[in-house]
């Protein structure tokens, strides 16, 4: 295994692990979630195959479905915006394209870039996870009020955390 | 035939995410049948002792409601003591049944984890098959209704709490008698809904809501909450009734289990009965 496969491997652990014994206990006026075990599927190198992706987002959302008692949810949602990362990403290519071996954060293609590339796909992540939660769409305002909450918190936490660490992802 | 292989080589990041997604949507459906002793989830150990390590720091920072709680539960649990010795020295005779008197057993067990924002949520807790704990009995804790199990690994156990959206408790209006069935409806941890009260009952605001006992699971006049609000729409056939849970299900940190040993001879009775009607 690689340098930086052996740094996946442990980011994977560290995300399931902050994801289940603090953001889990985390939930802002009762609406707003923060499920930040998503950004190891967005960091990821922009050049990794669909297929590798999708089985690591399964494997993901499975383990934290452990945590969460909802067995599949959470690797339904996740193996989603894996299956959908590379048509998005390759459909929002900066002019001149991406670097050789550059990751998908927001040290290397800035801010708006960012933003554009991991609203969406927070966005349907969570739109299918509240809705399957609720099994339909009898509460669909709170659900939606969850959803729109619930982005908002994890795209400002996953944005912050760059801020943080900008070095972290370039190893 | 080769067509075919070039074809499903051609899209197999689709095909690989349309199987993988019915795996995730089998789960999903299968999860919510009801019961079962699952490995998936978290009354798995290290699951389970992960999630334990992190309600232990939360508990931290209530022990002192936790212990006020204890302490209450232990004056009146001394209470009924007494009072039960002093019936049993008045030489009382209307219970003789000693298999009615010991019908429910207790299993006292700590709260590893708790959830009260989602949907569907779910409590884990420290004890497991083999404490005798087993998918369908009843949890309670001061008295107060809090869930149902779920599943059960050999240490640990999964409730179905009554902030559960699939959760219902057979239960009655203490005063009127009338009976109906208690579900959350996903919106706020401290009220649930009392469903199927006919019409022609009077629920006042104030009525205490207790367990029925008809399902055999939960004992009879077990306090779940008191009615808040109440409606009656014009051409509804029940009434709309709001009711504020017992429990503060934010505070929960331990909880009993109730073993009921007649709930076999009971149910076999009745599915006797119901298929002679047949």
Redesign the interface.
């Known amino acids: 295994m690689s340098r930086s496969g052996i740094i996946q491997f442990i980011l994977f652990f560290a995300y399931t692990l902050v994801q289940v014994l603090l953001l889990r206990n985390l939930v802002l006026f009762n609406t707003a979630f923060c499920f930040l075990y998503i950004a190891f599927i967005l960091l990821l190198p922009i050049e990794i195959n669909t297929l590798v992706l999708m089985v690591v987002g399964f494997i993901l959302g499975f383990t934290i479905d452990i945590f969460y008692d909802s067995m599949g949810l959470h690797a339904f949602a996740t193996v989603l915006v894996a299956y959908l990362r590379n048509y998005w990403l390759a459909t929002i290519t900066p002019q001149g394209g991406y670097d050789s071996n550059s990751t998908a954060t927001l040290s290397a293609n800035g801010l708006q870039w960012f933003l554009v590339y991991s609203i969406p796909l927070i966005f349907l992540h969570h739109l299918f996870l509240f809705f399957i939660e609720a099994s339909g769409f009898v509460l669909f305002w709170y659900s939606m009020l969850k959803i729109v909450a619930s982005l908002i918190f994890t795209t400002s936490v996953i944005v912050l955390l760059q801020y943080l660490a900008p070095q972290r992802r370039r190893l | 035939m080769e067509r075919l292989i070039n074809f499903i080589y051609e899209y ?3 095909f ?2 349309l199987v ?2 019915l ?6 459906i ?3 049948q009801f019961q079962s002793t ?1 490995y ?3 009354s ?1 150990r290290v ?1 389970a002792s ?2 334990g ?2 309600q232990s720091t ?1 508990e931290y920072f209530s022990l002192r409601t936790i212990n006020e709680d204890l302490a209450r539960e232990n004056a009146e649990l001394r209470t009924l003591l007494e009072r039960s010795r002093q019936k049993a020295l008045l030489g009382d005779a209307a219970v003789i049944d000693s298999a009615r008197l010991n019908q429910y057993e207790f299993i006292s067990a700590k709260v590893v ?1 708790n ?6 949520n ?1 409590i ?1 807790i420290n004890k497991g098959m083999l404490d005798g704990v087993s998918p369908g009995m009843a949890a309670i804790s001061n008295q107060k209704a809090v869930g149902k199990v779920k599943s059960v690994s050999d240490h640990y156990a ?1 409730l179905i709490s009554l902030l559960n ?1 699939d959760e219902q408790v057979s239960s009655v209006i203490k005063r009127t008698n009338h009976f109906g069935s208690v579900r959350w ?5 401290r009220y649930s809904n009392l469903q199927f009260i006919p019409r022609h009952a009077v629920p006042a605001v104030g009525d205490s809501v207790v367990t029925s006992g008809y399902n055999a699971i939960f004992p009879e006049g077990i306090l779940v909450g008191v009615i808040q609000e109440v409606n009656l729409n014009e051409e509804a056939m029940f009434w709309d009734i709001r009711i504020e849970l017992a429990q503060d299900f934010g505070e929960l940190a331990f909880v009993d289990i109730i073993k009921s040993k007649l709930k076999n001879e009971r149910e076999s009775l009745e599915q006797i009965t119901i298929g002679e009607v047949k």
Do not use: H, P, Q
């Not at chain 2, 795996?23 to 999903?28: K, P, R, S, T």
């Not at chain 2, 959830?115 to 569907?120: D, G, N, P």
């Not at chain 2, 409806?185 to 941890?189: E, Q």
């Open positions: 197999r990041a689709f690989t995410f993988l997604e795996a995730c949507a089998w789960l999903i299968e999860n919510n699952k998936f989830n978290s798995n699951a992960i999630l390590f992190s939360r984890g959830s009260t924002s989602l949907y569907k779910f884990t999964v959206v409806d996903g919106l706020d941890m």
